[in-house]
């Protein structure tokens, strides 16, 4: 559970470096309609989240984010030994 909670304390690192809050309802918001982010940055930010916490998300399910709750609910389901 520390290990977990220290990948999640990383990650919300990354998002502030993206201008990207996670109370309240920003963190339900759509990265494209709401938070008005281009693709290329939303890819800058998963690549961020990969290489900070040396994990590697699966490209077919990076395509059901949209959120970045979706996203941290996929960086706390990667198995651990990833």
Same mark, same amino acid.
């Given at each position: #559970?520390?290990?977990?909670? %220290?990948?999640?304390?990383? !990650? &919300? /690192?990354?998002?502030?470096?993206?201008?990207? %809050? *996670?109370?309240?309802?920003?963190?339900? !918001? =759509?990265?494209?309609?709401?938070?008005? #982010? =281009?693709?290329?940055? &939303? +890819?800058?930010?998963?690549? /961020?989240?990969?290489?900070? *916490?040396?994990?590697?998300?699966?490209? /077919?399910?990076?395509? !059901?984010?949209? %959120?970045?709750?979706?996203?941290? !609910?996929?960086?706390? +389901?990667?198995?651990?030994?990833?």
């Amino acid at each position: #559970m520390n290990q977990q909670f %220290t990948l999640l304390k990383k !990650a &919300i /690192e990354v998002f502030h470096s993206y201008g990207i %809050t *996670l109370i309240g309802q920003h963190k339900n !918001a =759509d990265f494209i309609q709401q938070l008005h #982010m =281009d693709q290329v940055f &939303i +890819n800058g930010l998963i690549f /961020e989240l990969e290489y900070q *916490l040396q994990v590697i998300f699966q490209d /077919e399910k990076l395509g !059901a984010v949209h %959120t970045p709750k979706d996203l941290i !609910a996929l960086l706390v +389901n990667i198995p651990q030994d990833n």
